[in-house]
C-alpha cells in the first residue's frame, strides 16, 4: 500500500470563510508534507512536518495553519483566503526523515491525488 | 539552497528515446527523484537516485552523478501516454527538514 489519500478532492470556498485539507496515510511514515501547486508550475513546498513537529515553515502567510494530530494524519486549516490561492494543493509523505543513503524505492516520496482548491 | 534545472519542453516520436536532463546546485543532497505529471493530476512517483550510478525500471531509467550535480531520465520505448510533465526534485539533508524541491519541469510531447 503506497496510498496518501486526500480530502475532498475539490473545494470552493468563499473568502470568509473557514475549510481544512486533510491528508492521510498508514504507511507508518514519518515525515508529511505540503505543497501548492499552480497550473503549468512546478509544486511549490509550504511545510514539512518530522515526527509530527513542524521542521520546515516555507513563509507562508498565517492564513494557511498546518496541523499534525497523529503520525497518520496532516490537515491544512484554510481561512480568510484570496482568490490567489485557488491551487491544487497536494500532500505527501516519506518513510523515515532520519535515512540518509538508502539507495532502493522504499525510501521514495508519494504524493496523494491533491486537493483542487477555488477561492471565490 | 537549492537550483534546479531542466528543460522547458521536448519533443519525440512514439516508439524512440528521449533523454530529460536536469542539473542541480545544492547546499545539501539526500536523494534525486523523478516524478510524471499528466495534466490535472497529481505527480507519481518514477524513480529515485542516492547513489551514483544508473536505475532501470522498464522503460524508465534515471542516472545520477554527484560530482557533477547531474541527472537524466531516459524513455525508451515512447508512447503516447507518455506525454506528461517529468518534474525533477531533489531532497536536501535531514538536518535541512528534509526538503524536497523541484525543478521546473519539462514537458514531453510524443507524437505518432
Known amino acids: 500500500d503506497t496510498e496518501v489519500t486526500q480530502t475532498p478532492k475539490h473545494l470552493v470556498m468563499g473568502m470568509t470563510n473557514k475549510k481544512s485539507l486533510k491528508c492521510e496515510q498508514h504507511?507508518?511514515?514519518?515525515?508529511m508534507y505540503w505543497y501548492k501547486q499552480k497550473a503549468k508550475k512546478p509544486p511549490e513546498l509550504m511545510f514539512v512536518y518530522s515526527y509530527e513537529k513542524l521542521s520546515i515553515n516555507e513563509s507562508v502567510p498565517s492564513r494557511f495553519s498546518p496541523e499534525c494530530p497523529n503520525s497518520s494524519l496532516l490537515n491544512l486549516h484554510l481561512h480568510a483566503l484570496q482568490p490567489e490561492d485557488s491551487a491544487l494543493y497536494l500532500c505527501?509523505?516519506?518513510?523515515?526523515?532520519?535515512?540518509?543513503?538508502?539507495?532502493?524505492?522504499?525510501?521514495?516520496?508519494?504524493f496523494g491525488e491533491g486537493s483542487w482548491l477555488t477561492v471565490v | 539552497g537549492q537550483n534546479i534545472d531542466q528543460p522547458t519542453e521536448m519533443t519525440a516520436t512514439e516508439g524512440a528515446i528521449v533523454q530529460i536532463n536536469c542539473t542541480y546546485q545544492?547546499?545539501?543532497?539526500?536523494?534525486l527523484f523523478w516524478y510524471q505529471q499528466h495534466a490535472g493530476e497529481a505527480p507519481t512517483f518514477l524513480s529515485y537516485?542516492?547513489?551514483?550510478g544508473l536505475e532501470e525500471k522498464g522503460r524508465f531509467s534515471s542516472f545520477l552523478s554527484r560530482s557533477k550535480g547531474y541527472s537524466y531520465l531516459l524513455l525508451k520505448e515512447l508512447q503516447m501516454k507518455d506525454s506528461a510533465s517529468y518534474l525533477c526534485a531533489v531532497r536536501g539533508l535531514v538536518t535541512a527538514g528534509n526538503k524536497l524541491t523541484f525543478g521546473g519541469g519539462t514537458r514531453v510531447l510524443v507524437k505518432p
Open positions: 537516485n542516492v547513489l551514483d
Open positions: 505527501a509523505s516519506n518513510p523515515s526523515p532520519l535515512t540518509v543513503s538508502r539507495p532502493h524505492s522504499g525510501n521514495t516520496i508519494y
Open positions: 545544492t547546499s545539501g543532497f539526500n536523494g
Open positions: 504507511m507508518g511514515h514519518r515525515a
